[in-house]
Nanobody, 119 residues
Framework: VQLQASGGGLVQAGGSLTLSCAAS????????MNWFRQDPGKEREFVGS????????VYADFAKGRFTISRDTAKNSVNLQMNSLKPEDTATYYC?????????????WGQGTLVTVSS
C-alpha cells in the first residue's frame, strides 16, 4: 500500500489547514494511519492516529483540541484537520501505516507535505 500526502501550504497563525493521506491499496480494519511531523534539526514527532476499522483516534498532547483526524472510506484516505495553527506547528507532515498507534513497524510512509505557519 502506497501513501500519498497532500494539502500542505502556507497559512497565517490562527488559521486552519487540512492535510490528506490517500492510500493506493486496501486498508484492513487493523491498520492504523498515523500522522507525524518533523522540523529540520528536530526529531520526528507523533501527531496522532486513527484506526481504520473502528475509527478510534489517539492524539499527542499538543494536538488535542486543535487537530482532528478522520477517515474517508469511500476515498480510502485519512484527513488531518488542523485549527488554531501556531508558528511552532511549522513542519513537514508525514502519514504512515502501522498496526499500533504511533509505534512501528511502519509498513509504508507518505512522501511528506510541508506546512508553514507564519506569525
Amino acid at each position: 500500500v502506497q501513501l500519498q500526502a497532500s494539502g500542505g501550504g502556507l497559512v497565517q497563525a490562527g488559521g486552519s489547514l487540512t492535510l490528506s493521506c490517500a492510500a493506493s491499496g486496501r486498508l484492513f480494519s487493523s491498520a492504523v494511519m498515523n500522522w507525524f511531523r518533523q522540523d529540520p534539526g528536530k526529531e520526528r514527532e507523533f501527531v496522532g492516529s486513527i484506526r481504520w476499522g473502528a475509527g478510534t483516534t489517539v492524539y499527542a498532547d499538543f494536538a488535542k483540541g486543535r487537530f482532528t483526524i478522520s477517515r474517508d472510506t469511500a476515498k480510502n484516505s485519512v484527513n488531518l484537520q488542523m485549527n488554531s495553527l501556531k508558528p511552532e506547528d511549522t513542519a513537514t507532515y508525514y502519514c504512515a501505516r502501522s498496526t499500533t498507534p504511533g509505534t512501528g513497524p511502519f509498513y509504508s510512509w507518505g512522501q511528506g507535505t510541508l506546512v508553514t505557519v507564519s506569525s
